[in-house]
């Protein structure tokens, strides 16, 4: 499995971005997906991720109603639309895939990494 993760930039606080990841060696409904992120002397964190039909998703909360992940099994993307951007969403963001039928926010559960895409949020 692939993953290349594309949309990051630099942005000011209160904007937003889309991020996209296109996955690759793998049938679009085989794995479970997730964002993650991980700032500057910090460990990697959840972000949000979507089940194999997208059906069900999960947040966390520092970013609940402001970031929403949606993915396109005929496409094999999943996506990360990130809205009211603030300072402390600066991090590279990862792009990750699991097997498992359930969503999980637990980096440890992931098989597949991509490389990450930095976002810097100006104030």
């Known amino acids: 499995v692939q993953l290349v993760e594309s949309g990051g930039g630099l942005v000011q606080t209160g904007g937003s971005l889309t991020l996209s990841c296109a996955a690759s060696?793998?049938?679009?409904?085989?794995?479970?997906m997730g964002w993650f992120r991980q700032a500057p002397g910090k460990e990697r964190e959840f972000v949000a991720a979507?089940?194999?039909?997208?059906?069900?998703?999960t947040y966390a909360d520092s970013v609940k109603g402001r970031f929403t992940i949606s993915r396109d099994n005929a496409k094999n993307t999943v996506s990360l639309q990130m809205n009211s951007l603030k300072s402390e969403d600066t991090a590279v963001y990862y792009c990750?895939?699991?097997?498992?039928?359930?969503?999980?926010?637990?980096?440890?559960?992931?098989?597949?990494w991509g490389q990450g895409t930095q976002v810097t949020v100006s104030s």
């Open positions: 979507i089940s194999r039909s997208g059906s069900s998703t």
């Open positions: 990750a895939a699991n097997s498992h039928i359930v969503v999980v926010t637990i980096p440890s559960e992931y098989d597949s």
């Open positions: 060696g793998f049938t679009g409904d085989d794995d479970s």
